[in-house]
């Protein structure tokens, strides 16, 4: 979409309106200022824009394989089922979904502390088992927001 974007400026636009929004919501979430954020996002954009004629899209299958994406997913999904549901339910309603925790607190009909705590020892079990998969090790687990 980048790369045919050189040629056709309106694909362009349909990219910045397709991931405008969760660039946006990611950026926010990770810098807790909505000014930054906004000035981030226009900044990540306008250097897609500028290197669009660079983009391969043959390096996601270099970066899956270097990364071992695939076997990281498939030792997440099994130690996923291995944590317990309230925790699993917690962590996908914050991390997949991105939930605050007082909107999951009133979802699951629990205390925000009760919450804070699932997603916690969720987080720390996956870690834990996780930590023995070659490409987990580098792989960030706070991102608390």
Known sequence: MLRRSTSEPEVF?????????????????????????????????????????????????????????AGLRSALRTELQRVRRSQREALWLRVVEEFSYAEIAKMLNVPIGTVMSRISRGRRLLFERLSSVKSAASLPVSGGR
């Open 13 to 69: 636009a349909e990219f910045y309106k397709q991931h405008f929004e969760r660039v946006l919501a990611y950026l926010a979430r990770r810098v807790c200022d909505a000014d930054l954020a906004l000035e981030l996002t226009a900044e990540t954009f306008a250097q897609a824009y500028m290197a669009r004629g660079r983009f391969r899209a043959d390096r996601r299958a270099e970066v899956e394989e270097l990364a071992d994406l």
